[in-house]
């Protein structure tokens, strides 16, 4: 079983920051991609950012230059600096993962692998004076 826990979101007042990160844990072989997606009241989930496992950054317009995504390849975690907080940011974040997971390994070593997007539960994050 995959899962993916975030932790860092809250209430922030305008022109604040927060950072949210998140860790993949379970039965993984490797991650693809790893980042950020939103949804506001009322709204339709967003990409906000994602890093690939080269490091190449996709993100949105409305927060380039103000939030930054990293990972650690080596811990399976991607966090989401967030600076400069505006009351239109206030959503629910949902961490997102595409990787691959080991299904089944026979005797020969050879492994059966399956690719698939895993979401967190998502934080929520407010940002109001």
């Known amino acids: 079983q995959v899962q993916l826990v975030e932790s860092g979101g809250g209430l922030v007042q305008p022109g604040g920051s927060l950072r949210l990160s998140c860790a993949a844990s379970?039965?993984?072989?490797?991650?693809?991609?790893m980042g950020w997606y939103r949804q506001g009241p009322g709204k339709e989930r967003e990409l906000v950012a994602a890093?690939?496992?080269?490091?190449?950054?996709n993100s949105a317009d409305s927060v380039k230059g103000r939030f930054t995504i990293s990972r650690d390849n080596a811990k399976n975690t991607v966090s989401l600096q967030m600076n400069k907080l505006k009351p239109e940011d206030t959503a629910v974040y949902y961490c997102n993962a595409d990787l691959t997971v080991p299904l089944q390994t026979y005797d020969s070593g050879y492994t059966v692998k399956a690719v698939g997007v895993y979401w967190g539960q998502g934080t929520q994050v407010t940002v109001s004076s």
């Open positions: 379970g039965s993984i072989f490797s991650i693809n991609s």
């Open positions: 890093i690939s496992s080269a490091g190449h950054i």
